[in-house]
Every structure is written in C-alpha cells, then in structure tokens.
C-alpha cells in the first residue's frame, strides 16, 4: 500500500480520537460485547473502531469476551526497576506489585530489586549465588517458560538461562569484561527458542556503540556478531519464521530513520524502509519498542513523547504524553498506517504495559488503553486489523473467531495444523 500523504495521514492519525466519541458501550455485560464484535468484525473496514470501554469493564470481562487473553493494561513498576521492557511482574503474575504505594515514587531501592530477588532466591542455586557471588540485576527476556536473566559476578555481566517450569537454572552464557547497567542491554529470544539475540555495549579496543550478538541457547556459544551503526536500534524476530529473520530500527549506515528486514545470522539487508517517521530525521529518543502483529504480516513501531513526565506528588496538573502506533508491512516495510492517542504515563520511567497495543487471540484485533484529554479516566479501544497473507491465514482468523482459544489444541486435526492455529513458528 501508497505511503499516506501528509493530510491523509494526519485524518488516519486522528481516527481514534474522533471515533470514540461514537457509541455508548457503557451498560454492556461480556454477552454483548461478544454479539456486538461478531456483528461489526464482519461489515468493518480494517483499524475501524470495535468497541471502547473503561479499563474497569476491561478487566471485568470485556477484554475477555473481546478475546483477549492479556488483560493486564497497567503496572506501577518503574521500569529498570521493578519491570524490563521484556518482562512485567504484574504480568507475568511472580509477584504481588504493591499497588498502594504512589505511582512512579522516587523511593530509596534495596541493593536489589523485586524481579530480582525473586529470580535470585527462587531461581538461581545458592552455591552460584552465595560461594559463586552470582548476582541477578534484571531480565532481558522471555518467551513461553524460557526467561534470560542478567547476572553480574565480579563486576561483570553474564546472562542466565531459566526454565519457569522446571524452576531450574540451565546454564550460564556471554561472559563479558564488564558489568552493565540495565539500560544498556537488550534481548529477544527466537520463535522457535533457540536462538537469541543481544544488544549490549561493544568491548573491542578503540569501539564504540553497540553490537548484536546472535547466540544458541543449546550450546550457549555466540553464533554471529553485528556492529550496529546507531546506538538506539531496537529489534524483534519475525514470528512467522523460525529464527531467520529480524526487523531491526535505525540498521543501515547513514539511515537513522529507517526500518530494516534482516536475514540472520548473516545479517543480510532484504528490505529497507528510509522513512519511519514522517517529521523527524532520527528515531531517537520517540521509539520506544518494535513488535509484530501474532501472525507476522505486521510491524508495529511505538513512538511516545520523550523525557519524564511522572505524576508529581503534590500536584499541579500533568499532561498526557502523546503515543503514535506506525504500522508497516511484515514483507516489505512499507508504511500502512498509523493511530495516535494520548496517556498519563511516562516513557521514561513507567512499565511499558501501561501504553503498548496488545493483540487479541485472533490476532486480528488490537487494543490499546488511552486518556481523552478532558479526563484522566482510562479507556480501553479495540481496532480491527488489517487481514493480509494467503488463504490459509484467512481461515485461520475465521476459526479463532469460532472456538474458545482453550479448545484448539483438542479439535480433531493434524498436529501441524494445530500448531498453525496457536501460531506456532515449528509449522514452517
């Protein structure tokens, strides 16, 4: 699809605000949300609005009747603290986040935190953590029961592999010279697990910037390396391949606006998009994260007003920060579309779960929790994708749409097929 023009991008940009206002959803029980998303899913046209809510009635049935199975749209951890932006603890349900305490509090912190200590005491053997002086300072990702912790022992960094369900740790990979802050480091596991990729600061005499580093989980030795031309490139694996390709920001030399597709592990460029943004010539400091659409045919890029905007104490009013959703083709990169809102959040400090998109069981919906600007009460927006890919993804949505996402893994089909319906990466 044509790029927008300016003044068609802004109408689309704008689209969620205006529509809003339309409907009253305010009295619906999950009954009819279900009638209602099943009567307009069919006739709407792709990122029409489906239904709005508060984010009460979200997390009193209507996120579940919509078909979401993430509900969970806010967190008071601060990130780089209590979260990372691979890994909520209110999310991931480890720990009870205290909720009383103020939102974005610049209390005093322990040596360590809450993430931490819980993967240190419950996770970590004590010989390595006592004898050894292994140390947990966060979680750089997770996928499934697989979670990648970042250890410092002797003021250096290493990563950790832990399996959630066996409560055990697997081994211990990527030493390096140095220890780490949180910030610096960056990681994703592969679809299929048995890859994953790390973006950490470079040690090589004379460097400097930052480096990929593709490692097996396995055999945990490092696969590949790639020196990255930008500092705040941001990365995620396409879901519809098993570890073989990335969409990475801010890749080619000398384009600092521009979203890449990239073969691994030799880091070959298949598609580049040189204008991510429409206004600004660098991506940094408004992105925020990269991710695909569940079934992979789409790239959203989250752009969000930078620098703090905690709620102050003792307040004067605040303002909401401003988010934008770009949205890109999974094959060629090309701009689709994008979706603006607002949100008392911040960028800088707060969990990213209080302002990213989620994608319901289908992966044909999207919901994202916002603020008007007249209230700072929240509401929760559902916005019907685009449907793109063959035949087989068409049918696919349509059976997801049919059966309680509980229930797929029992219908008489092949194991193949199965797994294609749970978008499972091993069907390719």
């Known amino acids: 699809m044509a790029r927008f023009s300016p003044r068609k991008r802004d109408r ?17 029980g999950a009954s009819a949300v279900v009638a209602n998303m099943n009567k307009q899913v069919q006739s709407a046209r792709p990122w029409s609005l489906l239904h709005q809510c508060s984010l009460d009635q979200w997390n009193n049935g209507h996120g579940a009747a919509a078909a979401f199975t993430e509900t969970t749209m806010t967190c008071n951890g601060l990130l780089f603290k209590d979260c990372s932006p691979a890994f909520c603890i209110n999310r991931q349900g480890l720990l009870n986040v205290n909720k009383s305490e ?48 970042h250890l410092v ?53 004379g460097a400097m910037g930052f ?9 945990r030795e490092m696969v590949s390396e790639f020196t990255l ?37 030799s880091w070959e460029v298949v598609t580049t998009n040189s204008r991510v943004h429409d206004f600004q010539a660098s991506l940094n400091p408004g992105l925020k994260d990269l991710r695909f659409s569940r079934d992979g045919h789409l790239i959203l890029a989250i752009m969000i007003t930078p620098g703090c905007h905690c709620k102050e104490k003792k307040t004067r009013r605040f303002q909401p920060v401003d988010l934008s959703v770009y949205v890109f083709d999974g094959d060629s990169a090309v701009t689709l579309h994008c979706v603006q809102y607002h949100r008392y959040a911040c960028g800088q400090h707060s969990c990213l779960i209080n302002y990213m998109p989620v994608f319901s069981e289908c992966g044909s919906r999207m919901a994202i929790v916002l603020n008007d600007l ?10 019907k994708l685009p449907i793109r890919g063959s035949l087989q ?21 092949p194991r193949k097929l199965i797994n294609y319906l749970r978008f499972y990466p091993d069907y390719l």
Request: glycine share 6%; with cysteine; proline share 6%.
């Open 374 to 383: 007249e209230t700072p009460i929240d509401h929760v927006q559902i916005y």
């Open 393 to 413: 993804n068409r049918c696919r949505i349509r059976i997801l749409h049919s059966f309680p996402p509980e229930t797929i893994k029992h219908l008489p089909l």
């Open 102 to 149: 103020p939102f974005f509090s610049f209390r005093r912190k322990s040596k360590f935190t809450k993430m931490a200590e819980h993967f240190e005491y419950n996770h970590i053997p004590a010989q390595l953590s006592s004898i050894q002086n292994f140390h947990v300072q966060s979680v750089i990702c997770c996928q499934g029961q697989t979670v990648i912790l």
């Open 211 to 219: 480096v990929l580093q593709l490692y097996k989980l396995s055999t």
């Open 153 to 205: 022992r002797n003021l250096m960094t290493q990563f950790g592999i832990i399996d959630l369900k066996a409560s055990k740790m697997l081994g211990i990979f990527g030493n390096q010279r140095v220890e780490f802050v949180n910030e610096a480091l960056r990681g994703e596991i592969s679809p299929d697990g048995t890859l994953c990729l790390i973006k950490l600061p470079t040690l090589k005499v």
């Open 229 to 265: 031309p930008f500092n705040h490139a941001l990365f995620v694996w396409d879901p519809r391949s098993s570890a073989s390709r990335v969409a990475v920001t801010s890749f080619v030399s000398g384009e600092d606006n521009s979203l890449s597709l990239v073969r691994t592990p």
């Open 12 to 28: 689309a940009c704008r689209m969620g605000a205006e529509e809003s206002r339309n409907g009253n959803y305010g009295l619906m």
